[in-house]
């Protein structure tokens, strides 16, 4: 299954990612995770979006539709795969679109999940991850057990430079204008899920199973 996941940053998107992927034994594939990664080891490409990244800016279409295709050509990727933060604008969408044949597959659904403005303000505002892995905490929802301390590594934690208050408005404005469109893209397409992502965690992964037709009390195949 290829599936698409859309949703503010902030909106548990990383969170419903994981658990797909153990649920239907398929690959996540996450393009602010490759830049950032790219970013932190000064590779030719960190160097060249680092700065777009810092401003909360999206990457030029150029640079990010040529690198997630190429990546999509990786057999791994074969049996399935979770899309997240990628298509974030209509050219990327139709991009995708465009390509998948030559490789036999196409995009099966995207899911949306839907939180309000004020509620990934407050959500990002207080979002630390873990130098180690980017395990994420919350001070308000999820606050580790030692206070700047990793639970499950004990690294330091510490804020994402792009989850600054001026970043994070930024970065919600480009969602709410461009990525927005990647929704309605796929809603005429008839492949859109939309969810309400302003519930308990468990509550927007059961309703993501049974969208997608699966039972949410079931282990996943082969367990
Ligand atoms: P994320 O972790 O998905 O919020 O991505 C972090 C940053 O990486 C974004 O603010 C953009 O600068 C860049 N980025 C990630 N995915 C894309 C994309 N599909 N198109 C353009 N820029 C992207």
């Known amino acids: 299954m290829n599936l698409i996941l859309i949703g503010a940053q902030g909106s548990g998107k990383g969170t419903q990612a994981s658990i797909l992927v153990e649920r239907l034994g398929i690959r996540h594939l996450a393009s602010g995770d490759i830049f950032r990664n790219a970013v932190a080891q000064g590779t030719p490409l960190g160097l060249e979006v680092k700065g777009y990244m810092e401003r909360g800016e999206l990457v030029p279409d150029r640079i990010t539709i040529a690198l997630i295709l190429d990546l999509l050509r990786d057999p791994a990727y074969e049996k399935g795969v979770v899309l997240d933060g990628f298509p974030r604008t209509r050219d990327q969408a139709k991009a995708l679109d465009d390509a998948l044949p030559q490789l036999h597959r196409r995009i099966d659904?995207?899911?949306?999940?839907?939180?309000?403005?004020?509620?990934?303000?407050?959500?990002?505002?207080?979002?630390?991850?873990?130098?180690?892995?980017?395990?994420?905490?919350?001070?308000?929802?999820?606050?580790?057990?030692?206070?700047?301390?990793?639970?499950?590594?004990?690294?330091?934690?510490?804020?994402?430079?792009?989850?600054?208050?001026?970043?994070?408005?930024?970065?919600?404005?480009?969602?709410?204008?461009?990525?927005?469109?990647?929704?309605?893209?796929?809603?005429?397409?008839?492949?859109?899920?939309?969810?309400?992502?302003?519930?308990?965690?468990?509550?927007?992964?059961?309703?993501?199973?049974?969208?997608?037709?699966?039972?949410?009390?079931?282990?996943?195949?082969?367990?």
């Open 109 to 223: 659904r995207a899911i949306y999940l839907n939180v309000p403005r004020e509620v990934l303000l407050d959500r990002l505002s207080g979002r630390y991850v873990c130098v180690a892995h980017q395990h994420v905490y919350n001070i308000k929802t999820k606050p580790p057990k030692t206070p700047g301390i990793c639970d499950i590594d004990g690294s330091e934690l510490i804020q994402r430079s792009d989850d600054t208050p001026a970043v994070i408005e930024t970065r919600l404005q480009k969602f709410f204008e461009d990525t927005i469109q990647v929704v309605h893209y796929y809603r005429a397409q008839g492949k859109l899920l939309e969810l309400d992502g302003n519930q308990p965690i468990e509550e927007v992964s059961r309703q993501l199973l049974l969208g997608l037709g699966l039972d949410p009390a079931q282990a996943k195949p082969g367990s």
